[in-house]
């Protein structure tokens, strides 16, 4: 699997498909794609400790 976040490359996984990061707080936008051109996007966001979450 090959790893993006906010379309940019992070590393890629063989065997065990699971990855720990730490980023900024925000909305961000997370890829994996397959050997055979599979795709998966997904959105999340971050919160901050101390944000409002009104305001998003």
């Known amino acids: ?3 993006r976040l ?4 992070i590393r890629t996984t063989t065997n065990y498909h699971q990855l720990a990061i730490s980023h900024s707080a925000g909305k ?4 994996i794609v397959d050997d055979n051109r599979g795709r998966q ?3 999340f966001i971050i919160f901050d ?3 409002n979450l009104r305001s998003y």
Request: proline share 0%.
């Open 1 to 3: 699997m090959y790893w």
């Open 6 to 9: 906010n379309n940019k490359f």
């Open 28 to 31: 961000h936008l997370l890829t």
């Open 41 to 43: 996007v997904k959105n």
């Open 49 to 51: 400790k101390d944000v």
